[in-house]
Every structure is written in structure tokens, then in C-alpha cells.
């Protein structure tokens, strides 16, 4: 299910609290755990670190175990040090951004009441929550009724494409006729990951449920069946008429004796 959701772009944050073996969507390899000095310094200027005020954590080194990377996985950034160690790394794990902690710092901003761990908290959450821009595609969209028509230019086969429609198990997404899967992104959000080269159309149609099918399929019986019940009564021999041998009705006309004084 994790795995389901970073495949669809989306962000998260890992707090490690013990040093055991890192799955493999984790920046880093290799854990332990160590006396921490809280010796914090930035490895380099980043968006996580970036106006926190390092010094606001060293009183806290006796009250927290500190989770250290020995080993980051290769195409993995080290943001943060306690010391010679690795304490916060980031990395980018298919389309998704994925960023480790060994601080625990949500321990530090909600129980020590630490405010600079809280605006490291919410620096992460930004980071995290921010898509990953893939490919340089431009794309144009065409809104109609319950249809969103995409035309995407330069698109790679690592493109995603946004859309921000909520999503629904009825939406129906297609390019050349083929039928893709569409992710649940966020609040109000779908992806789409046509996987193609180049130009191309992407169709989403909101398609309708049983139930809907039924009904429509109902009225159109209904249509149907009031016409044939019309042409029916139409073609009922008129009164007065007989049927005969002959394709066709004839009348037959009954003389009536026409009452006359002069015969009485």
C-alpha cells in the first residue's frame, strides 16, 4: 500500500526510532545508535534546514536517542550531521520525494516543546508535499461536460499528468484508446502516468454506475414500448368494418327497412 503510494508521486517523511534494517524506499542503508552531542550542522544550504536555528537543539541530548545513517543508499542527499553522521537525508524514490530522520523530532516539537523542531517539522511537510516536477511537458486542458480532454506536448515516458478533479472509481482515463490507471493523489487530486513519448491526448470521462446504466436502459424500454403500443391500436380493425380473405378490410353494410305508414 506504501509502495502504491510513492509509485503515484506522493511525498513522506521517515522518523526512524530504533536502528533496524531500512527498507528499501529509505535514503539510508546502514543505522546505529550513539551518544548524540547534538553537535548540529547543515551539510549543505537546503530548503529543510534552511533559517533553523541549530543551536536551539543541544540542550536536548540527554532527553532523546538519536537514530545516526552510517551509509546512505547511492543517488542519496545528506542534509544534516550530529557530528561525523548523517541525521537527516533525502532522496528521490521513483517520483516520490522521501526524506529520513533519526531526531525524532516529533517528540522534540510536541512534548520538549521545541519550536525549532517545529519549524523543521513543517519545512519537511512543505518539501514533502510539494510534487516532483516530471519531464518539461506542457500541457493544455479542455473541460466539458463530465470529460476532461488533456493535450500534452514533449511529454516523457516519466511524465505524470495532475488533475485537480476529486477523485472517483468512476473516472475512466485513456490515451489511444487504451485504458490507464488512475492514482488518488491528495485531497481533490488525480495522476495519471500515460507512460508515453511525445504528443498525445489524454481522455478522462466520468463513466456512470449500474444503477445509472439500469435506469437509462428502463426509460429507453419505456421509450420504446409507448410508440409499439400506439402502432398497435392503430392498426385495430374499425368498428363496423369485417375482416376478410383479402389483405385489407372491406365494409359490409347492413340495409335497413325503412318503416312506411302506407304499408300499415
Not at 503515484?8 to 524506499?25: A, H, K, N, V
Not at 525549532?116 to 500541457?139: D, F, H, R
Not at 481522455?203 to 424500454?221: D, N, P, R
Not at 363496423?240 to 318503416?259: D, F, L, M, N, V
Request: charged content about 20%; overall charge positive; aromatic content about 8%.
Amino acid at each position: 500500500m506504501l509502495k502504491d503510494y510513492l509509485d503515484s508521486g506522493g511525498g513522506i517523511i521517515l522518523d526512524s526510532l530504533e536502528p533496524s534494517e531500512p527498507p528499501t524506499l529509505f535514503p539510508v542503508s546502514k543505522l546505529s545508535t550513539m551518544k548524540a552531542s547534538f553537535n548540529l550542522t547543515a551539510s549543505r544550504d537546503n530548503e529543510i534546514v534552511n533559517s533553523i536555528n541549530l543551536k536551539a537543539f543541544s540542550n536536548y541530548a540527554a532527553y532523546v536517542q538519536v537514530i545516526f545513517a552510517q551509509e546512505l543508499r547511492e543517488g542519496a542527499e545528506n542534509l544534516l550531521n550530529d557530528g561525523d553522521y548523517a541525521v537527516i537525508a533525502r532522496w528521490n524514490y521513483g517520483h516520490s520525494k522521501v526524506i529520513w530522520s533519526g531526531l525524532n523530532l516529533p517528540y522534540l516539537a510536541m512534548l520538549q516543546g521545541n519550536i525549532e523542531a517545529s519549524k523543521m517539522l513543517v519545512q519537511m511537510l512543505n518539501y514533502a508535499s510539494t510534487p516532483k516536477k516530471i519531464g518539461g511537458a506542457k500541457v493544455t486542458f479542455d473541460l466539458k461536460n463530465e470529460r476532461v480532454i488533456t493535450n500534452v506536448k514533449n511529454a516523457t515516458v516519466e511524465t505524470g499528468i495532475w488533475v485537480k478533479v476529486s477523485y472517483d472509481s468512476r473516472w475512466v482515463a485513456r490515451v489511444n484508446g487504451e485504458e490507464l490507471r488512475i492514482a488518488k493523489a491528495g485531497p481533490g487530486t488525480m495522476l495519471v502516468f500515460p507512460m508515453c513519448n511525445g504528443d498525445y491526448t489524454l481522455e478522462l470521462v466520468y463513466g456512470k454506475s449500474i444503477l445509472e446504466q439500469i435506469g437509462e436502459a428502463a426509460t429507453l424500454t419505456g421509450l420504446i414500448a409507448i410508440p409499439v403500443s400506439l402502432l398497435l391500436s392503430a392498426w385495430k380493425i374499425p368498428k363496423g368494418w369485417t375482416k376478410t380473405k383479402h389483405s385489407g378490410a372491406a365494409i359490409s353494410q347492413k340495409i335497413r327497412r325503412q318503416w312506411s305508414p302506407d304499408k300499415h
